[in-house]
């Protein structure tokens, strides 16, 4: 299972503009390392991460093995009138993961 840490910065104040930074624990194997054994790992990286503020898409990225692992996203997002961002994504494998993050936008 991975991990999450959603933070948002700026003032949020609907219309306002804040930066928004994601980071997801995952190891993103990109099928090319060897165990101690010589085996390769197999290839398991994060396919899509999105992000909602409601039902509305405020973020979309389709990594790939090229990505270190553990990987970190900075974006901006207009705010909206809002009391959750809720992130998405799912790996290889077909492990999903969920974030959801409470804000206290002002109108």
Same mark, same amino acid.
């Given at each position: 299972?991975?991990?999450?840490?959603?933070?948002?910065?700026? #003032?949020?104040?609907?219309?306002?503009?804040?930066?928004?930074?994601?980071?997801?624990?995952?190891?993103? #194997?990109?099928?090319?390392?060897?165990?101690?054994?010589?085996?390769?790992?197999?290839?398991?990286?994060?396919?899509?991460?999105?992000?909602?503020?409601?039902?509305?898409?405020?973020?979309?990225? #389709?990594?790939?093995?090229?990505?270190?692992?553990?990987?970190?996203?900075?974006?901006?997002?207009?705010?909206?009138?809002?009391?959750?961002?809720?992130?998405?994504?799912?790996? #290889?494998?077909?492990?999903?993961?969920?974030?959801?993050?409470?804000?206290?936008?002002?109108?």
């Amino acid at each position: 299972m991975s991990l999450a840490r959603l933070q948002v910065l700026g #003032d949020l104040r609907v219309g306002g503009v804040v930066r928004i930074r994601l980071l997801i624990q995952h190891s993103m #194997d990109t099928g090319y390392l060897q165990n101690m054994s010589g085996q390769n790992i197999a290839r398991n990286v994060i396919k899509t991460i999105t992000c909602y503020a409601d039902q509305m898409e405020i973020f979309r990225v #389709d990594p790939s093995s090229g990505i270190a692992a553990n990987p970190y996203f900075e974006f901006s997002w207009r705010v909206a009138p809002t009391k959750v961002i809720r992130t998405l994504w799912i790996d #290889d494998l077909g492990v999903e993961g969920e974030l959801l993050t409470s804000i206290d936008t002002q109108l």
